[in-house]
């Protein structure tokens, strides 16, 4: 497991960070740059917490994701092993639960009749906004994967998709169940 005793080490001082291999890779590489923007929609998620703490329903689904982020982090800075011994990634299985939460909290809510404006309480906004800095670390992996030589497992790139969209079911869900969404209403202000 991580043991960090000491918090700064002075080895990024020169633009370089080491991944978990023990490579060193500029700060602005895809990589780190990846892993870095699925750590933001972790603090987020953290933001969106002190707003969900009274709703079992998706306080204790996100808690469960802010761990989840951290075995994708930890599959894109290539950590050799994780407990077991075998290399540290999400599941597929991990993939199916989250799908399954979508699932669950989607058929509760209210049919979607228009585009929705992030909005209506402040947990949903912020599971809005924690959804677009998801959509920039997908992107971010996809452009990655391209690179030759550079590798990004499916299971991590499919648990970073899902998110988002369990994301965007949750902002609905945290707006009384789709009832208190802020719908786009086109060419309002022509």
């Known amino acids: 497991m991580?043991?960090?005793n000491r918090i700064y080490t002075r080895t990024g001082d020169d633009g370089t960070t080491s991944l978990g291999s023990g490579a060193r890779r500029k700060k602005y590489d895809l990589r780190v740059d990846a892993y870095g923007t699925l750590d933001e929609v972790n603090a987020v998620l953290g933001l969106v917490r002190l707003y969900t703490?009274?709703?079992a329903a998706l306080d204790q689904a996100l808690s469960r994701?802010?761990?989840?982020?951290?075995?994708?982090?930890?599959?894109?800075?290539?950590?050799?092993?994780?407990?077991?011994?075998?290399?540290?990634?999400?599941?597929?299985?991990?993939?199916a639960w989250l799908e399954a939460e979508i699932d669950r909290l989607n058929d509760t809510l209210e049919p979607l009749r228009s585009f929705i404006l992030p909005g209506g309480s402040p947990?949903?906004?912020?599971?809005?906004l924690a959804r677009t800095v998801?959509?920039?670390?997908?992107?971010?992996?996809?452009?990655l994967q391209d690179q030759?030589?550079?590798?990004v497992s499916a299971?991590?790139?499919?648990?970073?998709?899902?998110?988002?969209?369990?994301?965007?079911?949750?902002g609905r869900?945290?707006?009384?169940k789709g009832a208190g969404d802020v719908l786009w209403q086109p060419g309002q202000h022509r």
């Open 2 to 4: 991580v043991v960090l």
């Open 53 to 55: 703490a009274g709703s």
């Open 65 to 95: 994701i802010q761990n989840d982020l951290f075995d994708v982090e930890a599959d894109l800075c290539l950590a050799e092993k994780g407990p077991g011994g075998a290399r540290l990634t999400v599941t597929e299985a991990q993939v």
């Open 123 to 128: 947990a949903s906004a912020y599971l809005h």
């Open 134 to 143: 998801c959509r920039r670390a997908e992107r971010i992996m996809v452009a």
């Open 148 to 151: 030759p030589g550079e590798e």
């Open 155 to 170: 299971p991590s790139l499919q648990y970073v998709n899902r998110l988002s969209d369990y994301l965007f079911v949750a």
């Open 173 to 176: 869900y945290a707006n009384d």
